[in-house]
């Protein structure tokens, strides 16, 4: 360019605006599990460039839709060992709901052989127990959707539970967590009040009374959820007293538990389902309005004992857990569990404020803390003195202490 006149240097001055806030990511924290598959946390915040400097802003200021992941997968190394499992069994019943086991056995990934399952303690376990369903019973058959098998009541039940109906009320619930449901009433202008103000907010509420009625009929959103819960040493019969569901329509009404799962729109009225353990979760789909269901639900003594001794279960919104104790001769065989259920309108966070699963070459092989979100069932395991924070995806979760 020398033949070139060169133009004289020129500098403007520019005042653009500030860039708009961003998401930044820390690098993430250690990985939840020694080996395999596991979760790392890392630091999610919204941050803003103002005057050449990092300025910290309010969450809702970022793009949402854009927020990064705040459990990112991580493996340190392939496991050694890990859990291996028979093919279920057949049902155990010929028609109706039953159950299906299978055999677990710890397999060494390097020889493919079983080996000692202490090899194996230290990672989480799979399901060894579910529901299935033979088919409705020859009395029943027509009647229900696959996996559905319910009861009928004679007119004389019928008679005296609708004469029991109109001596309960079903109350709104919201009780601190606690190892057992405590029924709460809340003040107001009488009891047509109260009745009205369940009414419009039965959808995605926690029903702990012993007994009561739900009115789940004309309610507005197109999908209603309740859920029932009661100690750990009962369980939960409903009965159907009425429904309006359209099955033609496409309009269903979905019963879940820990152990159960039943579905069904046609003869409904006057049928009885049995949750088998202390909670149970039910759906309502309707697309009609005005149409749906009235339940009454009952507690009782479980026939069966589905949980160990040193078990609890913990009702929301808010509480402490602190892991149960194991008396000498459990500590070999038994894992305590903690059932956790919410509100369906719900979600559960749960943090670990101390922990401490004792030395290192200890907590490696035996002491871990598994938790499982139920709508999922995923699995995550801590260990050693990580202090963590877990969030569920639906209303509840299941805490498991290893040794």
């Not at 004289?8 to 708009?20: I, R, T, Y």
């Not at 854009?66 to 019943?93: A, G, H, M, Q």
């Not at 029932?228 to 009404?253: F, Q, T, Y």
């Not at 639900?297 to 479980?302: E, M, Q």
């Amino acid at each position: 360019c020398q033949p070139v006149p060169k133009p004289e240097s020129k500098v403007e001055v520019c005042d653009l605006n500030p860039c708009p806030p961003r998401w930044k990511v820390a690098p993430a924290g250690p990985c939840s599990s020694s080996c395999g598959l596991g979760l790392a946390v890392q630091l999610v915040t919204c941050v803003q460039i103002l005057h050449g400097k990092e300025v910290l802003q309010e969450e809702h200021l970022c793009p949402v839709a854009e927020k990064p992941l705040t459990s990112v997968p991580c493996v340190i190394r392939t496991c050694s060992y890990e859990w291996n499992f028979s093919d279920w069994s057949e049902c155990s019943t010929s028609c109706g709901n039953g159950i299906q086991t299978r055999q677990d056995f710890c397999l060494s990934s390097l020889t493919h052989k079983p080996v000692n399952p202490l090899f194996c303690r230290r990672f989480p376990k799979a399901l060894v127990v579910r529901g299935c369903s033979a088919g409705p019973c020859p009395e029943q058959e027509g009647t229900l959707s696959p996996g559905a098998r319910l009861q009928p009541l004679t007119s004389a039940t019928h008679l005296a539970t609708t004469a029991a109906a109109t001596e309960h009320r079903h109350k709104d619930l919201d009780v601190p967590l606690s190892a057992g449901p405590r029924e709460q009433t809340k003040p107001g202008g009488g009891e047509e009040d109260t009745a009205k103000r369940c009414f419009l907010r039965i959808c995605g509420n926690l029903f702990l009374n012993a007994t009561g009625i739900i009115n789940m009929t004309g309610v507005e959103s197109r999908d209603c959820t309740v859920a029932i819960g009661r100690p750990l040493r009962e369980e939960i019969s409903v009965i159907i007293l009425e429904s309006s569901l359209n099955c033609s329509a496409g309009e269903v009404l979905l019963f879940s538990g820990r152990m159960m799962w039943r579905t069904g729109c046609r003869k409904l009225p006057l049928s009885l389902i049995n949750s088998r353990t202390n909670t149970l979760i039910v759906k309502q789909r309707v697309v009609l309005p005005g149409n749906g269901v009235i339940l009454q639900y009952n507690s009782r003594t479980a026939t069966k004992k589905y949980y160990q001794d040193c078990d609890q279960q913990l009702f929301g919104p808010q509480g402490e857990i602190v892991n149960p104790v194991q008396s000498p001769d459990q500590r070999q065989e038994v894992m305590c569990r903690t059932f956790i259920t919410v509100a369906p309108r719900q979600r559960i966070s749960i943090r670990a404020l101390i922990t401490d699963l004792g030395p290192e070459g200890s907590y490696t092989h035996f002491n871990y803390i598994l938790i499982r979100d139920v709508s999922t069932m995923k699995t995550v395991v801590f260990h050693g003195k990580q202090q963590f924070l877990w969030q569920s995806t639906g209303s509840q979760a299941e805490i498991e202490f290893h040794e």
